[in-house]
């Protein structure tokens, strides 16, 4: 069965450290991964997308890696902001349905002054 | 462009009530999709259209749900009759042809149902 996993569940920060989100999937074949972020009260926005070929992807201060052999995927955040509090969502396309994605739990961070 | 528009964005009922909620995906997107979103299980897939067509409603619960797309600009997502463990809050997403796993969601609807 094709899933994605996040780990931690949730996590606090102080503002101005750095911090690491992962994601693990069993979807095959892959296509592509997507981490989306959702604020409060909002839907979620995509940040950044991998490709199998792609190792890493940076958007700002936000940068994904992927690892195809293992399966894994981690998204960094440098120097976190206040705004940066938020779920993030890994999303993983299955290539057989490409119209059709597998979304991970979630990791909710928070990150305090 | 002003994105995906949901209405409304909040929607408290009773029980029994039927329920109605409506989503503008971007212009030009083919996709649609039809997500509820909750802490127990996060965001599922309710259903999804591809030019107007439904093609997978694998994921609607029960047939209380049922949605419609008349046109590439309009789209519902009806509950009839809603119960309580309906309530959550459901999110409508479109996405163009070409990346339809890139999905640009609208700010969504929280439903209560009493």
């Known amino acids: 069965k094709n899933q994605v996993e996040q780990s931690p569940q949730s996590l606090i920060i102080l503002e101005g450290k750095n911090c690491t989100l992962q994601c693990n999937y069993t979807v095959s074949p892959f296509s592509n991964l997507r981490w989306y972020k959702q604020d409060t009260g909002r839907g979620p926005v995509s940040l950044t997308i991998?490709?199998?070929?792609?190792n890493t992807k940076s958007n700002g201060r936000y940068t994904a890696t992927l690892d195809a052999d293992t399966k894994q995927s981690s998204l960094h955040i440098t120097a976190s902001q206040l705004s940066d509090s938020a779920s993030y969502i890994c999303?993983?396309?299955?290539?057989?349905?490409?119209?059709?994605?597998?979304f991970g739990p979630g990791t909710s961070l928070s990150v305090i002054p | 462009d002003a994105g995906v528009i949901q209405s409304p964005r909040h929607e408290v009922t009773e029980m029994g009530q039927e329920v109605t909620l409506r989503c503008k995906p971007i212009?030009?997107?083919?996709?649609l999709f039809w997500y509820r979103q909750t802490m127990m299980r996060g965001l599922e897939l309710l259903i999804y259209f591809n030019n107007n067509v439904p093609i997978d409603d694998s994921g609607m619960p029960e047939d209380r749900f049922s949605a419609k797309m008349p046109n590439a600009s309009f789209s519902t997502l009806k509950i009839q009759p809603s119960e309580p463990r309906d309530s959550a809050v459901y999110f409508c997403?479109?996405?163009?042809?070409?990346?339809?796993?890139?999905?640009?969601f609208g700010s969504g609807t929280q439903l209560s149902v009493l």
């Open positions: 997403a479109s996405s163009p042809t070409g990346t339809p796993e890139k999905l640009f």
């Open positions: 999303v993983v396309t299955d290539k057989t349905s490409y119209d059709k994605v597998i």
């Open positions: 212009s030009g997107h083919d996709y």
């Open positions: 991998m490709t199998f070929s792609e």
